[in-house]
């Protein structure tokens, strides 16, 4: 009853006689239960996201069934990428406009930190940091028009912006 399984006390191996722990939207769930448990951690999770979860008082074990499993895990996902969404009121629409850069190297972020001066604490994780990079990165402001009209001019003259900064596309002779 610690939350540890012996083995002689799991009969979800072989056999599915437990089923899930969970109530859900006012309703005890009847699918079988799974090996994943219903934590304090995931209990937070669930309250902070709103879900209409709750564990069965009545329930001798804390076993939740696959189909809660996954739901509770892709709100978890969701939450873990969409931190800084939620602070600015966005929607799941947003989420593509920006790229992931969850998905970057940590020399990467710390060198856009560096090169936008972005302000952040020392030591932090790679997820952290591309939380306060996105946060900077939704701020600065963008002249679509003249990004496009810039970005086709380019195209046609073969050419590219770091080239104009090292000199080599101006030709002065």
Same mark, same amino acid.
């Given at each position: 009853?610690?939350?540890?399984?012996?083995?002689?006390?799991?009969?979800?191996?072989?056999?599915?006689?437990?089923?899930?722990?969970?109530?859900?939207?006012?309703?005890?769930?009847?699918?079988?239960?799974?090996?994943?448990?219903?934590?304090? +951690? @995931? #209990?937070?999770?669930?309250?902070?996201? $709103?879900? /209409?979860? =709750?564990? !069965?008082?009545?329930?001798?074990?804390?076993?939740?069934?696959?189909?809660?499993?996954? +739901? @509770? #895990?892709?709100?978890?996902?969701?939450? $873990?990428? /969409?931190? =800084?969404? !939620?602070?600015?009121?966005?929607?799941?629409?947003?989420?593509?406009?920006?790229?992931?850069?969850? #998905?970057?190297?940590?020399?990467?972020? $710390?060198?856009?930190?560096?090169?936008?001066?972005?302000?952040?604490?020392?030591?932090?994780?790679?997820?952290?940091?591309?939380?306060?990079?996105?946060?900077?990165?939704?701020?600065?402001?963008?002249?679509?028009?003249?990004?496009?009209?810039?970005?086709?001019?380019?195209?046609?003259?073969?050419?590219?912006?770091?080239?104009?900064?090292?000199?080599?596309?101006?030709?002065?002779?």
């Amino acid at each position: 009853m610690n939350g540890f399984s012996t083995g002689e006390e799991d009969s979800r191996g072989g056999h599915t006689d437990q089923t899930c722990c969970l109530i859900d939207d006012m309703e005890r769930c009847r699918n079988p239960a799974g090996y994943a448990s219903y934590s304090k +951690r @995931i #209990q937070k999770t669930v309250a902070q996201k $709103r879900l /209409k979860l =709750s564990s !069965d008082p009545g329930a001798q074990h804390i076993y939740i069934c696959d189909f809660h499993k996954e +739901r @509770i #895990q892709s709100v978890r996902t969701k939450r $873990r990428r /969409k931190d =800084s969404e !939620d602070d600015s009121n966005e929607t799941d629409t947003d989420l593509h406009e920006f790229p992931d850069l969850y #998905q970057l190297h940590v020399s990467t972020l $710390r060198r856009y930190k560096r090169h936008f001066k972005v302000q952040t604490r020392q030591g932090m994780k790679r997820a952290q940091l591309a939380d306060t990079i996105m946060k900077h990165f939704k701020t600065i402001p963008i002249e679509e028009t003249e990004i496009i009209t810039f970005f086709v001019y380019m195209v046609k003259m073969g050419s590219n912006k770091l080239d104009q900064k090292n000199g080599i596309g101006n030709d002065t002779t």
